[in-house]
């Protein structure tokens, strides 16, 4: 293991099983070099940044004795442009509701504590830590890829999932505009595509997506983890505010678009007790569809959040632990398929009748959105460009 976050899970062993308090296991971590200077990641949700797991070095900061910690710079976010070989991504996962998807970016500039996909990082030789929201990928050539992999005569239409690993309208995407380049493709040959995300940039796209609504080809939902904005500022940083993404629930229903909201991630003892509300004000602005999805730590993201919690709730520490160990058998995460996402046992059972109750009362999910797959046309610039070869 990474002696980084063998560090972290050493304090979390501090508090959970020696009964020691949160502030000395915080202490504990303060002193032992893992985390950064709050200067340095000031807009930034993760407070360490551990070397990959596939690295042979780990790397530690330490003060010299010459206060060169205070010359550091701040983490700034760099995007490098990827040229990917291919653009669509396969999923044989039997508890996804899609089988292929698309993701404009490595890395996620959000800076989501909780973010699933940080350990992804860890294949580019980078840290699932601050790395992960501060030294972004972008694939600029996506439309161009799509185009000739739609074209390919094997080919057969399938909704394709924009947004599942990391946000297509992340802010870079002001800049880039790879996700509008996407769409702009699948528009062109009517091909369904259901979207993900948690920013309200996704309104700028609603003439594209308002046209493939129509023809039954688009739909968007719309991740609202918390209403308290001084939990998401410090959680998901560089998000929109809860009451922007429920502007844009509103914006996107209002055109025709059909729109979801997810309570995702809930967190035990953090947000759990938001969900009913979350959902009333998501109904009240015209979502008709609704998910949820618990806490999960997979690989580095335990340590990552662990630290995190320390930092802002260091009162709950224990209690989240606790319930949430409750869920997958005593560890911090189970990657079975079927339970990974909703957890098993008590407080899971009773958190998902809780879900069910509330989504009945209000009238979510009563008819199912089904994208239309008969309309696709191959796209025809593509056909005639790979009729030279």
Known sequence: MNSNLQTINNADELVFSHGASARSANDYLARSGVR????????????????????????????????????????????????????????????????????PYRGCEHGCVYCFARPTHSFMGLSAGLDFESKLFAKPNAARLLQRELSKPKYKAKSLAIGTNTDPYQPIEKQW??????????????????????????????????????????????????????????????????????????????????????????????????????????????????????????????????DWLLRHYPDRYRHVLSLLRSMHGGKDYDADFGTRMKGKGPYAWQTGRRFEMATKRLGFNKRPVKLRTDLFRKPQEAEMQLSLF
């Not at 010459?66 to 653009?87: G, M, Y």
């Not at 595509?193 to 609603?206: F, H, M, N, Q």
Request: with cysteine; hydrophobic share 40%; glycine share 6%.
């Open 36 to 103: 950064t200077d709050e200067g340095r990641r000031r807009g930034r949700g993760a407070g360490v940044n551990p070397s990959g797991r596939f690295e042979t070095l780990s790397r530690h900061t330490f003060d010299d004795g010459w206060q060169t910690l205070d010359e550091l710079p701040a983490f700034k976010t760099t995007v490098q442009k990827e040229n990917a070989r291919s653009i669509i991504s396969r999923n044989a996962s039997p508890d996804l509701n899609f089988d292929q998807s698309i993701n």
């Open 177 to 306: 505009r790879i996700t509008r380049s996407i769409l702009e493709t699948l528009d062109d040959c009517s091909h369904p595509v259901g979207i993900v995300t948690k920013s309200a940039l996704v309104t700028r796209d609603i003439d594209i997506l308002a046209r493939m609504a129509e023809r039954g080809l688009a739909r968007v939902a719309i991740s609202i983890t918390s209403m308290d904005l001084k939990l998401c500022r410090t959680m998901e940083p560089r998000a929109s505010s809860p009451t922007l993404r429920l502007e844009a629930v509103k914006k996107l229903s209002d055109a025709g678009i059909p729109v979801s909201v997810l309570v995702a991630p809930l967190i035990p003892a953090l947000n759990d007790h938001e969900m009913e509300r979350i959902l009333d004000a998501a109904y009240s602005n015209g979502a008709r569809h609704a998910g949820f999805i618990m806490l999960r730590l997979p690989l580095e993201v335990s340590g990552i959040f662990k």
